[in-house]
């Protein structure tokens, strides 16, 4: 096959058009490295559009948050500070300026089962994780860090952001995990990972930002939970002893504390992933016993159209 002059222009004018038309969003989509200013606004502000709209809608009835104005203080926070010395205080304005009630009894904190919180919350329709308030949901999975030398203080090359105790990262989620957990009221539920060992981190968020705000009487009750994979072999339990640290530390600031291992409603989550594993197989006895019910009643239906017709007989 040969190609022309003709041919050259019409794929690079191609080329050029599709750029036009999706240009600030060609970002790679398995492992984003660079990401403009620009993306990163429209990002936050379809999140931020997108979450008061379709996700979590009543708390913005009668006040809708400026998502222009949210994208431009959470930029604050990380504009121009260096990658390795991000200020915690910098991200205050856009966790006030993002605020909204949360519903009593549904806090959920976690550690170590990321990929799990957002299928257990139902996406904050059961409980609410911080990634399903609006300042969680706009940062939630995203890299992020500031620069010392470009002209609007961010980052664009987001592979370049380092992992370091003061990052942009880590002073947001810090600050953030501080706020969402003193909001925390009534009943509380933490899922562990019990997969690895200690299942309760010295070093997590979870232990240094949110455990120190849990108090009775704002947080009466605490239901902390050991999860782990189907077909693994659990490293942690309830008996263990970094639980059995936490379940001290929350009982002694007089909040009521019950654990469990492997809960029932995570198990039957983690089966329709996994419906194969043997403890979904066990499941099967459920579905026959219901299948058995079933049974029964249409039994009952034959039974009692038997006798109305004898009746009438
Ligand atoms: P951890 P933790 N993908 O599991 N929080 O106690 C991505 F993108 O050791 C929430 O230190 O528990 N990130 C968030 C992941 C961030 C993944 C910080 C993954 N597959 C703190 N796995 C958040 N992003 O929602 C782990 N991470 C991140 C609060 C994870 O996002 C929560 O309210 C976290 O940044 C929760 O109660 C970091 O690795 C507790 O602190 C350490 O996660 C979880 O922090």
């Known amino acids: ?12 004018s191609l080329i050029f058009f599709l750029y036009l038309q999706h240009g600030p969003y060609v970002e790679c989509t398995c492992a984003l490295s660079q ?13 931020c559009l997108h979450y008061q709209t379709v996700f979590n809608p009543e708390p913005f009835c009668s006040e809708p948050k400026n998502c222009t104005q949210l994208w431009e203080l ?9 990658p390795c010395n991000t200020s915690q205080d910098g991200f205050r304005p856009f966790l006030d300026a993002a605020h909204h009630t949360t519903p009593r009894d549904k806090h959920l904190f976690w550690s170590g ?10 996406d904050g329709q059961k409980l609410t994780a911080i990634d399903d308030t609006l300042a969680g949901y706009l940062a939630d999975n995203l890299q992020f860090c500031g620069s010392t030398t470009s002209t609007d203080g961010n980052e664009a090359n987001v592979t370049s952001c380092p992992r370091c105790s003061q990052s942009a990262y880590s002073a947001f989620w ?3 995990s501080i706020e969402y ?11 562990l990972n019990a997969s690895r060992s200690p299942a309760f981190r010295e070093s997590s968020y979870f232990t240094t930002k949110e455990l120190p705000q849990l108090y009775h009487p704002n947080v009466t009750s605490a239901h902390v939970m050991l999860v782990h994979r189907l077909g693994q072999t659990p490293k942690e ?19 009521h504390t019950t654990c469990e291992d492997q809960p029932r409603d995570v198990v039957l989550l983690q089966c329709a992933d996994f419906p194969e594993s043997t403890a979904c197989r066990d499941l099967s006895f459920t579905s026959s016993g219901s299948a058995k019910q079933r049974g029964l009643v249409v039994a009952n239906v034959v039974l009692a159209f038997t006798s109305v017709i004898l009746s009438l007989m």
């Open 1 to 12: 096959m040969q190609y022309n002059a003709k041919d050259f222009v019409c794929a690079i």
């Open 35 to 47: 990401r403009s200013t620009e993306s990163f606004r429209d990002l936050m502000v379809g999140r």
């Open 74 to 82: 959470f930029l604050q926070g990380l504009a121009y500070q260096a």
């Open 113 to 122: 089962v990321y990929e799990f919180v957002s299928r257990y919350t139902y």
């Open 174 to 176: 810090s600050i953030a």
């Open 181 to 191: 957990a003193r909001e925390a009221k009534g009943a509380i539920k933490v899922m």
């Open 237 to 255: 339990n309830c008996l263990s002893p970094s639980v059995k640290n936490l379940t001290t530390i929350l009982t002694s600031r007089g909040i």
